[in-house]
C-alpha cells in the first residue's frame, strides 16, 4: 500500500540533497572539531560554514552574526535555554529587585509552557497571556501586563497545531516601547514551524532571541538553534556544562552531519519558500473543498478563509463532530493516511490540546479534532487519494 503522508508539523521527511551534504560528515570528515589536526578542521570548516551561512539566511550582521548562531540538540533545548539564561540575567543584573516576571501566550509549544512552569515553581511569576478564538494573543493584555520586573516575552511566530501567525513585530514594538533604554523585557520567539514559510529574521522582526528546529524543514531530528542578539547577555549562561563548546553556551561536541544539513535545510526552505506557500496552500484548500464534500459536518478549528487573521499555509485543523480523534487517526493510518490529533507531543502524553482548549473549545470538541499538515513532497494526487481514504470511512 502506497501510504500519503499529512503530518507536516510533527516532522518532515530528510530532502535528499540535506542527506548528500551531510554524508561526507559520517565517514571520512568524522574528526571532533575541537581538535587541532587536519581531521578536527575538517569538521570545523563544516561547522563554521554552516553557522555562516545560517546567519547570512537569517539576514544577520555579516561580523556579528556568526557569534549569534548557538547549535543546540532540539527546538526544545533553544527553548529552555532562551528562558533559563533570561531568568538567570536577569537576577545577575537586579539582585535586590523583585521575582522576574516571565509572559508567554496560551499556546506555546510544551517546550516553552513546560519550562516556563519549572521556573514557576523556581520563583519566577508566570503570566499566561489569552488568544481569541483564532489563536492571536491578545495584546492589550500583554501591554497591561509589562512590569518592571518583566524579564522576558516569548511569543512563537507561528503555532503547530492551528497555524495561527502571531503579529510579532507589533508585539516587538509594544515591548520596544515599554523597554526604553532599559535591558529588560527582552523578547523570544519560537520560529519552528514558521521558517518554512515565513521570513524570521531577527532583526526584520526585531526578536533578541530566536528558536529554529531543522527537522520541521526537511532537515535532520537531533539538531537546533538559538539566535541570540549579541550584546544582550555579557557571559554565556549554559544549561549543559563541560568543554565550553558554541562559545561556551553549550557543552558537547557538536555533530558536524546534523550541523550541515541544517545549514542545507535552511538554505532550501529560504530559496524555495514564496513559491512553496503558494502550493501548498492550494493544496490545503483543495483538501478542505473535498473533505467538505465528503463529510459536509466538518468544521475548521483554524478558519483560514476569513478575513483579518493570518495562518500558516500548510496546517488544517478540523473538528469531525461524529468521531473521536483517535478513533479517526487509527482509521486514517489502515487505510493509508497518517495524519495527527493535536501535536506529536500532546498524543504522546495523551492529553487533550492546550491549544484548542485556550481558543475556548470544549472537552468533546477537543477530542474529535484532527490536525492535517501538508509539506514539500505533498502533491495534488496525494489529496485526491487523501480524499478517496475518507470517503471509504467519513459517513456523509
Ligand atoms: N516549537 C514548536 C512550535 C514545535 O512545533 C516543536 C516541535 O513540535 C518544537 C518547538 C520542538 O522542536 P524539537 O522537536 O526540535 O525539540
Redesign the pocket.
Known amino acids: 500500500m502506497k501510504r500519503i503522508y499529512f503530518d507536516y ?3 518532515t521527511p530528510l530532502d535528499s540533497s540535506v542527506l548528500r551534504a551531510m554524508n561526507p560528515y559520517f565517514k571520512e570528515k568524522f574528526g571532533n572539531d575541537g581538535s587541532l589536526h587536519s581531521f578536527g578542521q575538517a569538521a570545523l570548516a563544516g561547522i563554521d560554514a554552516a553557522r555562516e551561512k545560517i546567519a547570512t539566511a537569517l539576514g544577520l550582521d555579516i561580523l556579528t552574526g556568526f557569534r549569534e548562531i548557538i547549535f543546540t540538540g ?4 533553544a ?1 529552555n535555554l532562551a528562558l533559563r539564561a533570561t531568568a538567570r540575567e536577569f537576577r545577575i543584573r537586579n539582585p535586590k529587585s523583585e521575582i522576574p516576571r516571565l509572559i508567554i501566550s496560551a499556546i506555546e ?1 510544551e ?2 509552557l513546560e519550562t516556563a512552569r519549572d521556573l514557576e515553581k523556581k520563583g519566577i511569576e508566570l503570566v499566561i497571556l489569552p488568544v481569541d478564538k483564532k489563536g492571536h494573543v491578545d495584546l492589550k493584555y500583554l501591554k497591561n501586563n509589562l512590569t518592571e520586573n518583566t524579564a522576558l516575552v516569548s511569543i ?1 511566530i ?3 497545531e492551528i497555524g495561527t501567525i502571531q503579529p510579532i513585530k507589533e508585539i516587538s514594538l509594544i515591548i520596544k516601547d515599554f523597554r526604553g533604554s532599559k535591558k529588560f523585557p527582552l523578547f523570544h520567539s ?1 520560529a ?2 514558521a521558517f518554512q514559510y515565513l521570513d524570521c529574521s531577527p532583526e526584520k522582526l526585531d526578536v533578541d532571541l530566536l ?1 529554529l ?4 524543514i526537511c532537515g535532520p ?1 537531533g539538531v ?1 538553534a538559538l539566535y541570540v542578539r549579541s550584546g544582550i547577555f555579557p557571559k554565556s549562561l549554559p544549561i549543559i556544562f563541560g568543554g565550553g563548546q558554541e562559545f561556551g553556551w553549550r557543552s558537547g561536541t557538536e555533530n558536524p552531519a546534523l550541523i550541515v544539513g541544517f545549514r542545507k535545510a535552511i538554505e532550501m526552505a529560504a530559496a524555495i519558500r514564496e513559491k512553496e506557500k503558494i502550493r501548498v496552500a492550494g493544496l490545503r484548500n483543495m483538501f478542505w473543498r473535498e473533505l467538505k464534500k465528503i463529510y459536509p459536518a466538518a468544521v475548521l478549528n483554524n478558519d483560514f478563509s476569513s478575513k483579518g487573521n493570518s495562518f500558516l499555509p500548510n496546517v488544517l485543523n478540523v473538528y469531525f463532530p461524529d468521531y473521536s480523534a483517535e478513533e479517526l487517526v487509527i482509521k486514517f493510518d489502515l487505510a493509508g493516511m497518517a495524519v495527527s490529533a493535536g ?3 500532546s498524543a504522546r502524553a495523551a492529553k487533550d490540546s492546550h491549544v484548542l482548549a485556550a481558543l475556548g473549545w470544549p472537552a468533546n470538541r477537543i477530542k474529535s479534532s484532527l490536525r492535517f499538515s501538508f509539506g514539500r513532497l505533498t502533491t495534488s494526487q496525494e489529496i485526491k487519494e487523501g480524499a478517496k481514504i475518507m470517503k471509504g470511512i467519513l459517513k456523509s
Do not use: F, L, P
Request: proline share 0%.
Open positions: 508539523a510533527a516532522t532540539s527546538a526544545t533545548e527553548n509549544h517546550s516553552i512563537m507561528a503555532n503547530n519560537d519552528v514551524q528558536t528546529s531543522a527537522h520541521k531530528k537546533g501535536s506529536a507531543c
